[in-house]
């Protein structure tokens, strides 16, 4: 199950990753940091330009919403200027627990569903569904910052949709 959706306990379950702590100059290691202020997460860049994209993400075994659609939702606030910012959810299929939520690339680009944020002061609700199928291993979920700016995530939640009967 998902957990500490409500960042009542700071990041406990959370993993905050992404492209630019692989960076191969360790300076560039540092472009983003993420935090929790007034009960949301915040993924930050420290740079004007930062070096690849952040992610804050959970992984989880996929066996209680196998043949079921899932939503990831929350309330978002975004100043991303010059990239992209958003929420995503992937499932992995017929292949291992990675134990980390992205690869190389931006989340869910290759096996999954990504919404975008765009850039507001006001807290937007936003959410994105995916089907895990009978053969899913894990859920990814998370949010994902690919620009100079922050992203600020609160009321997140993971559903699993009423299956339609059948």
């Known amino acids: 199950e998902p957990r500490n959706l409500s960042f009542d306990r700071g990041l406990d379950h959370w993993l905050f990753s992404g492209s630019f702590a692989e960076h191969a100059s360790p300076s560039r290691r540092h472009d983003f940091i993420c935090t929790i202020a007034d009960g949301a997460a915040v993924i930050s860049s420290t740079v004007p330009r ?3 994209f952040a992610t804050l993400g959970q992984e989880m075994l996929a ?3 196998r043949g079921a659609a899932i939503v990831f939702h929350g309330e978002f606030r ?3 200027r ?3 910012a958003g929420l995503f959810l992937r499932v ?7 134990g980390a939520p992205v690869a190389d690339d931006l989340p869910a680009d290759r096996d999954g569903s990504v919404t975008t944020v765009p850039a507001t002061l006001d807290w937007t609700r936003y959410q994105v569904t995916a089907r895990v199928p009978d053969d ?3 859920v990814v979920f998370g949010i994902f910052l ?5 992203l600020e995530l ?3 939640e993971l559903t699993r949709l009423a299956t339609p009967p059948g």
């Open 146 to 150: 690919a620009a100079s700016g922050r």
């Open 82 to 84: 010059l990239g992209r």
């Open 78 to 80: 975004a100043d991303a």
């Open 136 to 138: 899913g291993d894990a």
């Open 63 to 65: 066996d209680d919403y």
């Open 50 to 52: 930062p070096a690849g």
């Open 92 to 98: 992995n299929q017929g292949r291992a627990v990675r």
């Open 154 to 156: 609160r009321h997140a």
